[in-house]
């Protein structure tokens, strides 16, 4: 009976702590600093961050319909925006950042296999 018990703990236990970590809201640790936040019009906000060390790009989205956390983006300077990438399974986020008279502007562009789920306007902050 005891090593059905142990065995019961053991495994709630971890179910516990996998659904706390997924139930977290996304962010970057102490070793990211903030480069801007994007406002989307469909309440999801975006954040990209930078690695200290290494440079590094990150990726954190929240909205209503969860939230998303990667990592490995690259950014491209086009002249009128900052892009940034980040690729996660078939799927690709470009966040676009204006730069000069729309440093306020953003887009957040979906796409899969090449062919586009998503475009939103949204409002840069810092």
């Keep these: 009976m005891k090593p059905l018990l142990k065995q019961s703990t053991v495994l709630l236990g971890l179910t516990t702590c996998v659904l706390a970590h997924l139930a977290l809201p996304a962010s970057a640790d102490s070793t990211a600093g903030l480069l801007f936040t994007l406002r989307c019009q469909s309440a999801y906000t975006v954040?990209?961050?930078?690695?200290?060390?290494?440079?590094?790009?990150l990726?954190?989205?929240?909205?209503?319909?969860?939230?998303?956390?990667?990592?490995?983006?690259?950014?491209?300077?086009?002249?009128?925006?900052?892009?940034?990438?980040?690729?996660?399974?078939?799927?690709?986020?470009?966040?676009?950042?204006?730069?000069?008279?729309?440093?306020?502007q953003g887009t957040l562009e979906v796409f899969k296999n090449g062919r586009s789920l998503l475009s939103q306007a949204c409002t840069q902050d810092g």
Aim: charged share 20%.
């Design 47 to 57: 954040n990209v961050w930078r690695r200290y060390g290494s440079g590094e790009l």
């Design 59 to 104: 990726y954190r989205g929240t909205g209503p319909l969860g939230d998303l956390s990667l990592d490995g983006g690259t950014m491209e300077n086009t002249g009128a925006a900052q892009v940034y990438e980040f690729r996660s399974s078939g799927y690709v986020y470009q966040v676009l950042s204006g730069q000069g008279d729309h440093q306020q």
